[in-house]
């Protein structure tokens, strides 16, 4: 997937991954909410890619995202 190089930093702002209970969080720092945010087309983009690549591993059935360690919902 090639993104935006507007989108495509948001690696930038990648804090860490946790897996607990087969549940993955991927903590990004504050200024990625402006990723996660954006419009769905390009939110979609980004949560889908990522989503897709953690749910390859058998140790992951649930993917969560989190801004500086608080869970997003939507």
Do not use: W
């Not at 504050?30 to 591993?57: E, H």
Request: glycine content about 4%; overall charge negative.
């Amino acid at each position: 997937i090639h993104l935006d190089s507007h989108f495509a930093d948001i690696e930038n702002h990648y804090l860490g991954l946790t897996i607990v209970d087969t549940v993955a969080t991927v903590n990004f720092a504050a200024p990625a909410r402006a990723y996660l945010d954006a419009a769905p087309g390009i939110s979609s983009m980004v949560i889908n890619s990522i989503t897709k690549t953690l749910m390859q591993f058998p140790t992951v059935t649930k993917v969560q995202y989190s801004i500086d360690g608080r869970v997003v919902t939507e």
